[in-house]
């Protein structure tokens, strides 16, 4: 077959798009509510700084490093699903397998008990 004929064969009417195509925008709408629930549950999860009390550039730090490092082995557990008296233990088994300088771990530090006293 002749390249030229088979281009001019293709046209904008007989194009069909995948079936795949059609499902995802229809499902557009859902993904996107899923997306708006998953902010609402990441302020849950992990409170920014600016709601909690304390250097906002210290803890913001540790905010930060909690919703990326913390998470590269597992979810963002929401903080306040543990008793403040918990997570020294928590991050004393925690820190030494992500690596942390130590002014990073006193970030998360700070941030995690600033969490734990918010009412």
């Keep these: 077959m002749n390249p030229k ?3 001019a064969s293709f046209s904008a009417s007989n194009f069909k798009p995948r079936r795949g195509k059609q ?5 557009a709408p ?13 302020e849950t999860t992990a409170p ?8 906002s550039t210290r803890l913001e730090a540790g905010r930060q490093i909690y919703l990326t490092q913390c998470t590269d082995c597992h979810s963002a557990e929401p903080i306040r699903n543990y008793p ?4 020294p233990g928590i991050l004393d088994e925690m820190a030494p397998k992500t690596k942390l300088s130590p002014a ?3 970030d998360v530090r700070a941030y995690v008990a600033a969490v734990s006293k918010m009412n």
């Excluded at 499902?23 to 499902?27: D, K, L, P, T, V």
């Design 5 to 7: 004929s088979k281009a």
């Design 104 to 106: 990073q771990e006193r």
């Design 84 to 87: 403040a008296s918990r997570w």
């Design 48 to 55: 920014p700084a600016t709601m909690l009390k304390g250097d």
């Design 30 to 42: 859902l993904l996107l509510l899923g997306a708006l629930a998953a902010c609402t549950n990441l």
């Design 23 to 27: 499902r995802a925008h229809r499902h």
